[in-house]
């Protein structure tokens, strides 16, 4: 590729756009955060910068849970009488102080936000779809047509580390098909894990197809090397061209990592960034790499340690979910991480602690595909995409509910039955709680309405509070000890603050349901699992989801403080960032 055509996308007035975009999320998240007081200001509001000289007017429209619908064509930006360009960058410095952004911080994070802004350029290329066009598409062109990215994050497509051309053929959104790389880990060195019935030979034959495993063998027998004291192991080809190749140069010239060459098979990138679907042979697994980029807070590797119980963690919530009459009732699944490798770099791990992200550098572990589990005439969106909004303002979950012929409450109360409940249930019954953002859910659809909801990213994700549930000692690592009051902040943020209070905006505005209404039906689906369940009623007391008020967490007052390591791993509940509290939109109901 020539070196201009890999920046074709960055012109002037996409620039001006994404920077517009990215100040507005960036207004309503950081007033939402109470990181910045927007005042009141001659029927609109005003935000002030440290040194009180500029000022950013805008208008906005101000929800439940003190949600900030900022009107993005409104901002302007004035110093001494005259109106500037609106420049993301010059934001941030300008609001360094109210934003905590440290000396250390400030830089990476204008790194990240330059990132974002020139992510939001490429996406503004792409051709335009409408929400109804994508509602009427397939998995993976859903997928890939996402365009924000997480909604409360400011920096949310970091992704430090990428260079422009590997930008256009590794972000998801760029949709280009991608080969994995494959090594051979010397099993003195590497560890494969797998579910109950799965054997190391079957499944990698299975996912490679015997003629690659055939291939692969004489490339190891050429070498002089046995086959058999190797197991096979799928990177990022980022990974193996910037890190492994020369981080690891000790062990490929050792031969305890022999490069295999490419998979036959393609794949496209998720929107978790290393995570990739089997586009040659849907049916076949996600693969699951370390990549060692910065997004959104964390060094996003994988580790070989937490690959080792990965599958049986995954057996264990399977086996829950089956045995639940509730969770089976609300059709939902789990996609289980069934096999995983791990490869440990001894030398690495005598010099760093165990969370270091030189220990998360060689992983990859192989999900399940929700596409064999469909039925006829069901299809599948990720659920990120019901907070997308297309070009024209129309929403994604707007198509689905016109597509459906529903009304818009019954629409969302089968919604809340698939999803929600059992978030619920998993909660009140065992203190089991996940991470259930949209890039975290898969939803199955029919004629536009959600007929079950598939969670995954188990083994990293998932905690179990409550310490009477009785939990096998390999899968020990899931327990936590949280404090009482921030138990059902699993439910209070994870999912009225950081996903339902953006689908009820997004409605709200389109005119499909009033705000009200989104949140009685909300209540009422709550009112009628917690009927349905009285043996529970004394942790419904316990636990009061109608309760008048509850914390504020805040996701970008940690990155803000730290976007490298945004959570102290060992110590998760420790590094939240409460900040007074938001009204509870369920106790009026």
Known sequence: MPPADAVAHLSPERWATANRLLIRKALAEFAHERLITPEEDGGGYVVRTDDGLTAYRFTAVRRALDHWQVDAGSITRHRDGRELPLAALDFFIELKGSLGLSDEILPVYLEEIS????????????????????????????????????????????????????????????AHPVRLVWLAAHRSRAAFTAGAGIEYEGFVRGELGAATVERFHRTLTGQGLDPADYLFLPVHPWQWWNKLSVTFAAEVARRHL??????????????????????????????????????????????????????????????????????????????????????????????????????????????????????????????????????????????????????????????????YVPLLHSFYAYGLAFMPHGENTVLVLRDGVVRRAVYKDIAEEIVVMDPDTPLPPEVARVRADVP?????????????????????????????????????????????????????ADRFRRYDLFAPEFALSCLNRLQLRDNRQMVDLADPSGALQLVGTLRNPLAGF
């Open 258 to 419: 022999v490069c295999l060459g490419e998979g036959d098979d393609e794949y496209l990138a998720q929107q978790s960034i290393r995570t990739f679907f089997n586009t040659t042979d849907p049916h076949k697994h996600y693969v699951k790499t370390a990549l060692s980029v910065l997004n959104m807070g964390f060094m996003r590797g994988l580790s070989a340690a937490y690959m080792e119980a990965t599958p049986a963690i995954n057996d264990w919530l399977a086996r829950l979910i089956e045995d639940d009459p509730v969770l089976k009732g609300t059709g939902l699944t789990i996609i289980r991480e069934r096999a995983a490798v791990g490869y440990r770099h001894l030398e690495y791990e005598r010099a760093t602690g165990r969370h270091s992200p030189y220990r998360k550098m060689l992983a990859a572990l192989w999900r399940e595909s929700p596409v064999p589990s469909l039925q006829e005439g069901e299809s599948l969106a990720t659920m990120a995409s019901l907070l997308h909004v297309d070009h024209e303002g129309a929403s994604f979950a707007g198509a689905l509910i016109e597509r459906s012929g529903l009304a818009p409450a019954e629409w969302l109360r089968a919604y809340l039955r698939a999803y």
């Open 484 to 536: 009482e009051d921030q138990k059902l902040l699993s439910v209070f943020t994870d999912v009225f603050d950081c996903f339902f209070r953006f689908l009820a905006a997004s409605l709200a505005a389109e005119g499909v349901l009033t705000e009200d209404g989104f949140w009685r039906t909300v209540a009422e689906v709550s009112r009628e699992y917690q009927e349905a369940n009285p043996r529970l």
């Open 115 to 174: 990132s974002t802004l020139a992510g939001t350029c490429y996406k503004l290329t792409k051709p335009r779809v409408t929400s109804a066009e994508l509602a009427a598409s397939g998995f993976q062109a859903i997928e890939t047509g996402m365009t924000e990215g997480h909604p409360c994050f400011v920096a949310n497509n970091g992704r430090l580390g990428f260079g422009a051309d590997e930008y256009l053929s590794y972000a998801p959104e760029t």
